[in-house]
């Protein structure tokens, strides 16, 4: 589909009908009225997708009713898009910034910027955790679970930064390099496919950065009421994730550890 628009804003809904109008809401508030700008929703939820957007009319409805993950959901989205640019936005967030101007003319600037992280808050306005970073490994893994992040530094920075990765949350990604990577890999249900994402545009030289003057608020986990389930899911993505980029070591550690801690 030829791009006609200036934006694109994909939303993924799942167990998220009470704070979705919020967030699409907070999109109308915050875009530029003088910007080519869609809305899409893909339902992956049971519940009809017409009331959830019955006060948006303008808004572009993919009523899947079944839940597939983020990443396949999110592919749908996009290729339904007419967006030079396209900006992945989690349900339970709300825009709390009116530049995308400025990140829109950094992709005019930067023709090698394939996706641009946003800083992201949760609703008492503190800086969240995992939103972007360097590439990931066992010593990371070691670090982290000894609550000494090694990307601390980035979530904290005041100033963009070229990142191995960021956060899917609110994720703005050029259309056309997302296609040329075939977009979001399907076999990640949730969690990873951000990290995924990323490291594959930068295979192709491409260039990824974090960008803090725009920003999100984020409620975190609203539309995952199984927290069991969601365990699960992160690292069995984890273990596809290590088996896909790292080496062999690497990875069946990872796998020896979900065995016995989440099987």
């Given at each position: 589909?030829?791009?006609?628009?200036?934006?694109?804003?994909?939303?993924?809904?799942?167990?998220?009908?009470?704070?979705?109008?919020?967030?699409?809401?907070?999109?109308?508030?915050?875009?530029?009225?003088?910007?080519?700008?869609?809305?899409?929703?893909?339902?992956?939820?049971?519940?009809?997708?017409?009331?959830?957007?019955?006060?948006?009319?303008?808004?572009?409805?993919?009523?899947?009713?079944?839940?597939?993950?983020?990443?396949?959901?999110?592919?749908?989205?996009?290729?339904?898009?007419?967006?030079?640019?396209?900006?992945?936005?989690?349900?339970?967030?709300?825009?709390?910034?009116?530049?995308?101007?400025?990140?829109?003319?950094?992709?005019?600037?930067?023709?090698?910027?394939?996706?641009?992280?946003?800083?992201?808050?949760?609703?008492?306005?503190?800086?969240?955790?995992?939103?972007?970073?360097?590439?990931?490994?066992?010593?990371?893994?070691?670090?982290?679970?000894?609550?000494?992040?090694?990307?601390?530094?980035?979530?904290?920075?005041?100033?963009?930064?070229?990142?191995?990765?960021?956060?899917?949350?609110?994720?703005?990604?050029r259309s056309d390099f997302f296609q040329a990577v075939e977009g979001f890999d399907?076999?990640?249900f949730m969690y990873f496919e951000d990290m995924d994402l990323c490291k594959r545009?930068?295979?192709?030289?491409?260039?990824?950065?974090?960008?803090?003057?725009?920003?999100?608020?984020?409620?975190?986990?609203?539309?995952?009421?199984?927290?069991?389930?969601?365990?699960?899911?992160?690292?069995?993505?984890?273990?596809?994730?290590?088996?896909?980029?790292?080496?062999?070591?690497?990875?069946?550690?990872?796998?020896?550890?979900?065995?016995?801690?989440?099987?």
């Open positions: 589909m030829m791009p006609n628009k200036d934006l694109s804003v994909i939303i993924v809904n799942y167990k998220s009908e009470q704070l979705l109008p919020k967030c699409i809401a907070s999109v109308y508030a915050n875009l530029p009225q003088s910007l080519g700008v869609e809305i899409i929703v893909v339902n992956n939820d049971v519940i009809d997708g017409s009331l959830l957007l019955k006060n948006f009319g303008a808004v572009k409805l993919i009523d899947h009713k079944k839940n597939v993950g983020f990443g396949a959901a999110a592919n749908m989205g996009a290729r339904a898009a007419r967006g030079r640019q396209l900006l992945f936005l989690n349900p339970d967030s709300e825009l709390c910034s009116d530049n995308v101007g400025e990140i829109l003319g950094f992709f005019e600037k930067n023709k090698k910027l394939a996706a641009v992280g946003s800083r992201v808050i949760s609703e008492s306005g503190v800086v969240q955790e995992w939103i972007g970073g360097r590439e990931a490994s066992l010593y990371d893994l070691a670090r982290n679970n000894l609550n000494f992040p090694r990307n601390k530094a980035i979530w904290e920075s005041t100033e963009p930064l070229l990142v191995d990765w960021v956060s899917g949350t609110a994720l703005f990604v399907e076999n990640f545009l930068r295979r192709q030289n491409k260039e990824i950065f974090y960008c803090p003057n725009f920003c999100v608020k984020h409620w975190g986990g609203k539309s995952y009421p199984d927290k069991a389930g969601q365990k699960k899911d992160y690292y069995r993505s984890q273990e596809y994730y290590f088996k896909k980029h790292r080496n062999l070591v690497e990875f069946g550690i990872v796998k020896s550890l979900r065995k016995i801690f989440f099987s």
